[in-house]
């Protein structure tokens, strides 16, 4: 069956090919490692800025590769397709579009070079410990005093927590007003004072990804660093993007179900059980084709999603439908799949039962799927 993504050209082929060999060459084999150690190599970042895989879709002005978002996506799809969750490059690129996006010139050119680079990684540092969904319960307070923001507060569940040198900070600049008083202020983390990085967390799954948590006491950083010509614009920033950052992470999904399928045909084929093949028995084949099925429906949708996305014609509840129905069939697709490898499936060092704990998150951050359902439902 020859399906090909409609959004995709030659120039992006050559891309993926570029993007496949260092995944292949840097990454797979130091997962395991940074499973371990609950953290990439910090060189990574920067071995992934010299071969161009950061800020693919930020303007070469600004030190971008100067595509778009489709080049966003082949990344995303070849970290899926490889199993791999240790490196938050997505999180580093949503980071870059809120400077791209809503930052003044000065500020693109102060940062988004050094991210291009993966000099400075890219950190979102919305939840805490008392506000996760509801983003207008947070806490954390950034106040103006004379050329500073004074910023006190804990997030949790930051992703690239341990090694992030740019924070978006979202913060209440007016505690008395809502969604309306909330601000994103930028945190350069080098040497800076009343900035720690507290626990990287033990999580189930997606072990090789630093998620930590952060605390600001006094820290004071620039007026300059507030995101936007004025205060109060953080919720309307967030909400804005929000298409972009659920897209990826639907499209990240559907890239670990393809995989899963295709270890798991390749395992059933092999294995045998009562002088067969799993596969020849109609048991495997049915359930599988309902997996492939899924999968392409998966695909074709998310395939509409990335058009419009790079055409810049994505709407949120569009998005929040992908992200909503790509993360709870990947879960789905990845439990049917785990269990044709039987016990096997339960060891570690089969790709599966990564695939399988990695999966679970992805219906909880980013917007959990009730929240999803609610967006959507708001336009029925
Ligand atoms: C591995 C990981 C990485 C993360 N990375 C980041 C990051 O980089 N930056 C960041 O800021 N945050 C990050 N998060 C936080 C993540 O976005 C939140 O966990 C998520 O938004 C849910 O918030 P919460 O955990 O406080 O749960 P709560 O808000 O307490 O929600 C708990 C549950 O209640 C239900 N619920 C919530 N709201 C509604 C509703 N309106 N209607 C019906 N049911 C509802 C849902 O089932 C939800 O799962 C990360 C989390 C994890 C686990």
């Known amino acids: 069956m020859d399906y090909r993504s409609p959004w995709l050209d030659d ?30 190599d910090r060189a990574l970042w920067n071995k992934a800025g010299e071969v161009g895989l950061l800020c693919t879709d930020i303007p070469a ?11 966003e ?19 580093h690129s949503i980071l870059a579009h809120y400077v791209l996006n809503y930052g003044s010139e000065e500020q693109k050119h102060r940062w988004l070079p050094r991210m291009a680079s993966g000099e400075l990684v890219g950190a979102i540092a ?40 740019l924070v978006g900070v979202v913060a209440k600049t007016d505690a008395t007003k809502g969604a309306k008083g909330i601000s994103i202020v930028m945190v350069e983390t080098g040497g800076q004072a009343g900035y720690r990085v507290g626990r990287v967390l033990d999580k189930i799954g997606q072990n090789g ?34 298409p972009y950052e659920r897209a990826l992470l639907a499209l990240g999904g ?17 294995r045998k059980a009562f002088g067969q093949a799993l596969l020849e028995m109609q048991n495997t084949r049915f359930r599988l084709a309902d997996v492939k099925t899924r999968v392409q ?41 785990l ?17 399988y704990v990695d999966a679970r998150v992805q219906r909880i951050y980013g917007g959990a799927s009730e929240v999803m359902r609610e967006i959507v439902a708001r336009t029925l």
């Open 11 to 40: 120039e992006l082929d050559m891309f993926r090919e570029a993007a496949r060999r260092f995944i292949r060459q840097e990454i797979v084999p130091n997962d395991d490692r940074w499973r371990e150690q609950h953290h990439v």
């Open 61 to 71: 002005e600004y030190g971008g590769v100067g595509g778009d978002a489709r080049h």
């Open 73 to 91: 996506a082949v990344v995303a799809e070849e970290m899926g397709r490889h199993g791999i969750s240790s490196f938050g490059h997505v999180v």
């Open 126 to 165: 919305m939840t805490e410990p008392g506000a996760g969904s509801d983003l207008q319960a947070v806490k954390t307070r950034a106040v103006r005093d004379g050329d500073h923001y004074v910023l006190n507060g804990s997030k949790t569940f930051i992703s690239n927590g341990l090694h992030a040198g």
């Open 209 to 242: 990804w630093d998620t930590a948590e952060l605390f600001f006491d006094d820290c004071r950083v620039p007026a300059a660093n507030l995101l936007g010509p004025a205060e109060g614009q953080g919720f309307i920033q967030l909400m804005r993007d929000l």
């Open 254 to 270: 559907v890239g670990a179900m393809e995989y899963a399928l295709q270890l798991t045909v390749e395992y059933t084929r092999n």
């Open 297 to 337: 429906v998966a695909r074709v949708f998310i395939d509409d999603c990335i058009g419009k996305l790079s055409r810049g014609e994505l709407d949120t509840a569009t998005a929040s439908m992908a992200k909503l129905w790509v993360t709870e069939t990947q879960c789905q697709v990845i439990d049917e799949c």
């Open 339 to 355: 269990q044709f490898f039987g016990g096997y499936g339960y060891m570690r060092e089969y790709p599966i039962s990564k695939l």
